[in-house]
């Protein structure tokens, strides 16, 4: 089999193997964490804006990071609950079998994952911030890891930015802010803001993901006006060497020169009034250990930009891994690798939203493989970065997927264009017009369009165009549209299901050889 048609086998196959790079333990700028109560309002008429609640204060307190239904905020759970979801009994609670837990104020719903309250529309968060002397003249930056839906940020009562990613952090350019008192005002709307399908694990009650607002880290993070605005880092196996690129970010509109010092080597920079590029490859040992998950070595990089201007640093974590498809066999380092997975929706109950921290993912993980799963597919829906953390140093595969869960057919471009976009913010790509939201680690073993293969064949001309879109992005790495089977064949891209690498799924191990069964897992390790 020639090259470009494993390529090309692969491509529209469930999984897409895109291992390289992790980034980073954060900047090495000035940091204000935000967590702690804020001020709070529900805006359930929208009329927050018209009223200038973004310019004063908001009547009730609520504990940030955290989400306002936890919170003893929105409405009591009835059998009237507008929940985000289309596959379930609507009439459940007219059946004989559910009548008790039907009663007014003792209202469980046999569904979902329940939460103590519900609600669906826009809520304020507010605060007052001091910015230190020290910022002076720097680069300020409104950093929130995880708000749900849309985020709308006003400094000081002027609108500043804002976002509605479902699968990466919320970041907001508030420029160079003035020592002082500022005041910052954050409106989180978590209604159907999209033509999403109801039932996507990142927005459905099924697993209980529509919830109201920001969890994870809440910070204000200073730079330099010119700064390292992204870094990522492409190991090579065969030598042990990495090849970096960084994206200089310039806020101070003025070209310049300077030094980007890794590992010992200096290297020479310039930049424009937009900012800038670099590209230079480190070497490290011959013998540095690779990655897999049943030796999860990690290796750091320590960047550093100095210049006109300029000084900033990253930390990036990495992994020396490769992952290639050759036949039927998905090979990690050279080695055949059996995938065993399990699916992770997001659903978390107790909280009534998913951790934002390694330790929590860490013990996940290891339950996981304690039980003999290597490979955790989260359908329809991105986990926070601590996953990826975790993920990393336990040695686990993660399949990863936008936000939506949507059929793609005539009439549906938008759609289409909506899920690359959640691509193309997801996963790290050089060039100025994209910023980086998500630095994915070595241990990331897929990258799938969340089974969009059996909704296809009405508009082929979509595949190809997605697929063009995720090589853009992921060039180095294979990629996949789908999770692999239910295919039609009359498809030009399309193969019969046996024919495919599958990771998760019933079909995982159809007509594979004997060596892939679980009996002969000693002898892969070996």
């Known amino acids: 089999m020639t090259g470009s048609m494993m390529h090309q086998r692969f491509s529209s196959a469930v999984?897409?193997?895109?291992?390289?790079?992790?980034?980073a333990c954060?900047?090495?700028?000035?940091?204000?964490?935000?967590?702690?109560?804020?001020?709070f309002a529900l805006d359930r008429e929208d009329q927050g804006v018209a009223r200038g609640w973004h310019r004063g204060a908001l009547p009730d307190r609520i504990t940030l990071p955290g989400i306002l239904n936890a919170q003893g905020y929105g409405d009591e759970i009835s059998t009237q609950t507008p929940w985000v979801l289309s596959l379930y009994d609507k009439n459940w609670h007219l059946r004989d079998q559910y009548s008790k837990h039907a009663q007014p104020g003792k209202v469980k719903v046999p569904f979902l994952a329940q939460p103590q309250r519900h609600y669906l529309g826009a809520a304020w968060y507010g605060r007052e911030v001091v910015v230190p002397p020290a910022w002076h003249g720097k680069r300020v930056v409104l950093f929130l890891e995880r708000p749900r839906w849309g985020s709308t940020v006003w400094v000081d009562g002027r609108e500043v930015g804002g976002s509605r990613s479902?699968?990466?952090e919320h970041t907001v350019d508030l420029g160079l802010l003035t020592p002082g008192r500022h005041r910052i005002s954050v409106r989180v709307d978590n209604r159907m803001l999209m033509d999403y399908r109801p039932d996507s694990h990142s927005i459905s009650d099924s697993q209980g993901m529509s919830w109201n607002g920001i969890v994870g880290k809440l910070e204000l993070r200073a730079t330099t006006p010119v700064y390292i605005d992204d870094a990522q880092v492409f190991p090579?196996?065969?030598?042990?060497?990495?090849?970096?690129?960084?994206r200089i970010g310039n806020a101070g509109g003025k070209a310049?020169?300077?030094?980007?010092?890794?590992?010992?080597?200096?290297?020479?920079?310039r930049w424009?009034?937009?900012?800038?590029?670099?590209?230079?490859?480190?070497q490290y040992p011959k013998n540095a250990k690779t990655w897999d998950e049943w030796s999860p070595a990690l290796h750091k990089l320590d960047l550093r930009l100095q210049g006109t201007g300029a000084d900033d640093a990253r930390r990036l974590r990495f992994g020396f891994v490769e992952i290639k498809a050759v036949g039927k066999e998905i090979l990690v380092n050279g080695r055949p690798a059996f995938f065993r997975g399990t699916h992770d929706g997001g659903g978390f109950p107790l909280t009534g939203y998913p951790p934002t921290d390694v330790a929590s993912w860490k013990k996940i993980f290891e339950i996981n493989k304690a039980w003999g799963i290597n490979h955790v597919r989260f359908?329809?829906?991105?986990?926070?970065?601590?996953?990826?953390?975790?993920?990393?140093?336990?040695?686990?595969?993660?399949?990863?997927?936008?936000?939506m869960w949507n059929a793609v057919s005539p009439g549906t471009q938008g759609q289409l264009e909506s899920r690359l976009r959640q691509v193309d913010r997801a996963l790290p790509r050089a060039g100025p017009a994209a910023p980086v939201h998500q630095r994915h680690r070595p241990y990331r073993a897929g990258g799938a369009g969340t089974r969009q293969g059996d909704r296809f064949p009405r508009r082929p001309a979509h595949r190809p165009e997605a697929l063009a879109q995720q090589g853009r992005l992921v060039r180095p790495r294979l990629r996949s549209l789908t999770r692999g089977h239910r295919c039609t064949r009359d498809h030009p891209r399309n193969r019969p299901v046996d024919r495919l690498p599958r990771f998760q799924g019933h079909r995982q191990v159809h007509r594979l050889p004997a060596s892939r069964e679980l009996r002969d897992l000693p002898r892969l390790r070996a």
């Open 272 to 282: 424009r009034a937009d900012g800038g590029e670099l590209e230079f490859r480190v």
């Open 15 to 23: 999984l897409a193997a895109l291992l390289w790079f992790a980034a």
């Open 26 to 39: 954060g900047h090495a700028a000035d940091v204000l964490d935000l967590s702690g109560t804020w001020q």
């Open 256 to 269: 310049g020169t300077g030094t980007v010092t890794a590992k010992g080597q200096r290297i020479p920079v």
């Open 236 to 246: 090579r196996v065969s030598d042990r060497s990495a090849l970096v690129r960084l």
């Open 379 to 403: 359908h329809s829906y991105n986990p926070p970065e601590a996953a990826f953390a975790a993920a990393d140093e336990v040695g686990i595969y993660l399949q990863a997927e936008p936000g």
């Open 166 to 168: 479902l699968v990466a």
